[in-house]
């Protein structure tokens, strides 16, 4: 491995299990519903302006109830889950549920918008 690939890695690992520790925190002090709001809307203000800045408004061509029942389903209801059990067990086992069940939330959350068919398989 590269020399400079080591330290993207590394940022990788530090911003991520960064976070994690940010969770723990946040809801050792707070409710943790509340935590996972004001993470939503802040990470939500912050990537709407690096999108305005870098002009990628236009590759976005889809309509605005569309991104808010995606911003529901998708980011408020898995990150309350997650906040919610991070204030109940260690953030390590958080973080692996979180992972293990992404792929099941991600089929249900595609299923509710129709572009998913669940099946069995052949």
């Known amino acids: 491995m590269r020399t400079d690939l080591r330290w993207w890695f590394a940022a990788l690992c530090l911003f991520w299990g960064g976070t994690w520790l940010a969770v723990?925190?946040?809801v050792s002090q707070s409710p943790p519903l509340l935590v996972a709001c004001v993470r939503a809307i802040v990470s939500g203000l912050a990537m709407t302006a690096i999108a305005g800045v870098a002009h990628v408004g236009h590759v976005l061509r889809v309509g605005r109830a569309r991104i808010v029942l995606v911003a529901l389903l998708c980011v408020t209801v898995s990150f309350a889950a997650v906040?919610?059990?991070?204030?109940r067990l260690s953030t390590g086992v958080s973080a692996i549920a979180n992972n293990a069940?992404?792929?099941i939330g991600l089929l249900l959350f595609?299923?509710?918008l129709r572009e998913e068919t669940a099946s069995r398989g052949q």
């Open 24 to 26: 723990k925190v946040g």
């Open 83 to 87: 906040f919610w059990g991070t204030a």
């Open 101 to 103: 069940t992404m792929p």
């Open 110 to 112: 595609g299923c509710l």
